[in-house]
Nanobody
């Protein structure tokens, strides 16, 4: 299993970013996938998960209504559309296999900084 995240950056509060995760080395379409994040000094936490076949999604309460997870099985990609970003969304964002709990090794992550 290999994943590489991209799309992070610096954005002002209220702004948007779209994160991408390129996956390889496994039968992507058969796996549930998820996004997690780790803020400075805090434990890594689940942000959103998506079932194989896009048959279900789950979101952390803090991002529900603002973030949308999606996948493209033809491209082995997972996305996280983040709208109305807040300073507390500042973190390194990671994708992984699994719907609630990470099941594989971590990729390098992508840094998201929300600041005015």
């Amino acid at each position: 299993v290999q994943v590489v995240e991209s799309g992070g950056g610096v954005v002002q509060p209220g702004g948007s970013l779209r994160l991408s995760c390129a996956a390889s080395g496994f039968a992507f379409s058969k796996y549930d996938m998820s996004w997690h994040r780790q803020a400075p000094g805090k434990a890594r936490e689940l942000v959103a998960g998506i079932l194989s076949g896009s048959t279900g999604r789950n979101y952390a309460g803090s991002v529900s209504g603002r973030f949308t997870i999606s996948r493209d099985d033809g491209k082995n990609m997972v996305y996280l559309q983040m709208n109305n970003l807040k300073p507390e969304d500042t973190a390194i964002y990671y994708c992984n296999t699994g719907y609630y709990r990470p099941e594989s090794t971590w990729g390098p992550g992508t840094q998201v900084t929300v600041s005015s």
